[in-house]
């Protein structure tokens, strides 16, 4: 569509400053190369708009149609394109090196839970006090989670130690 810079809008009937036009008809059929007075004529005559729908050809392309009705209808396929757009999410669990198996079996449920919904999980292992110095405890509990969802998630990156943080993040497969 054409596009009047000082407006952003899309010009139509009396907007279309140009002596020559292309025309396609109201039913798609190419008219050929009219006058825009004779353009402006014929789309009266069939109760619509005449819209110019390339700028940049020689000369400009113009089509007779209902504007109103191509406006709602774009609306409506962007709204739809919308709605069918999924938005990723990175969630976070946190875990402690000396987490007990039940707690870790929660919060795995709750990993794969958001795994399933195709949202990426960010793990991370926190460490506290002298805790930090028995890191690798840290790493063979993310190695846990990760052979635990191994089959509906992949590591995007290696576990890495941020301050008193370990953490890494899945992808569902």
């Known amino acids: 569509m054409a596009i009047d810079k000082k407006t952003d809008r899309v010009r139509i ?8 036009v292309r025309l396609i008809g109201a039913d798609a059929e190419q008219v050929g190369i009219v006058p825009i007075d ?16 390339a700028p940049n050809g020689e000369p400009p392309v113009c089509r007779i149609m ?12 962007a709204q739809e394109a919308k709605k069918k757009q999924t938005q990723t999410q990175v969630k976070e669990v946190k875990l402690r090196p000396k987490i007990e198996a039940h707690d870790l079996s929660v919060k795995m ?10 949202n ?8 506290r ?10 790493r063979k509990l993310l190695e846990r989670v990760t052979a635990e969802v191994s089959e509906l ?16 993040i899945l992808a569902p497969k």
């Open 120 to 127: 990426r999980v960010k793990v991370t292992v926190q460490f």
């Open 13 to 20: 009937n009396q907007m279309i400053r140009v002596p020559l």
């Open 66 to 77: 209902d504007y109103g009705k191509f406006k709602f209808q774009q609306a409506k396929k």
């Open 38 to 53: 004779q353009a402006l004529r014929l789309a009266a005559e069939a109760g619509l708009d005449l819209v110019e729908v």
């Open 153 to 168: 998630a992949v590591v995007e990156g290696t576990p890495k130690m941020e301050g008193r943080f370990l953490s890494m």
């Open 129 to 138: 006090g002298r805790e930090i110095a028995y890191s690798e405890a840290g």
């Open 109 to 118: 449920r709750n990993v794969v839970r958001f795994l399933e919904e195709r």
